[in-house]
């Protein structure tokens, strides 16, 4: 996985998806890792950012909404949320948010 | 580390915190704790989500960015924010961004 995200200067936007997952791989880590890097190849994809603990935290970062909704109905993708779902999540949140300002080191 | 956090029906906001931590503990752990449990005493807070594993995510969930701001500026706050800076953390972004949509199971 990546480190931090290099993203431009806002506004865009933020898929802050959190997620508690079921017990055993049930063919999680594989299609996870897919949609990692085929998001990565989606119009409009800035970066994205993921830490797992007692639950898990994946920030994606996008250019604007047609982005992220060109990537929520991309084929494989759809495929994997319906499996993320039936299988994989006991619970997830999906946050969408527009990034208004940002700083650091 | 609380789960997936209860927020209310969009619009709010959430603060992206992403980092990576230098090595060693530094009194980081216990000041991490603590700012999390001070957090949660502030006026406008939402919620607070994090894990950690080669990058950092913590997100905290708002009511307005007047209680963002007034969490910034709280004087326990900045003196972990000094700290942050000059020892626990080698990188760190704070992306400030309005949820403007939610969905989940």
Redesign the interface.
């Known amino acids: 996985?990546p480190?931090?995200?290099k993203?431009p200067k806002?506004p865009y936007y933020?898929v802050?998806f959190?997620?508690?997952r079921s017990a055993g791989d049930n063919g999680y880590g594989e299609m996870a890792a897919r949609m990692v890097s085929l998001a990565a190849q989606q119009p409009g994809f800035l970066g994205i950012?993921?830490?797992?603990?007692?639950?898990?935290?994946t920030?994606s970062y996008w250019a604007d909404l047609e982005s992220i909704k060109a990537w929520k109905d991309n084929a494989e993708h759809l495929e994997a949320q319906s499996k993320g779902?039936s299988s994989w999540?006991t619970?997830?949140?999906?946050?969408?948010?527009?990034?208004?300002?940002?700083?650091?080191?």
Do not use: L, N, Q
């Open positions: 996985m480190p931090i995200a993203t806002p933020a802050i959190t997620s508690e950012e993921s830490a797992r603990e007692e639950i898990g935290i920030v779902r999540y619970h997830f949140r999906v946050r969408i948010s527009k990034v208004e300002r940002d700083y650091g080191i």
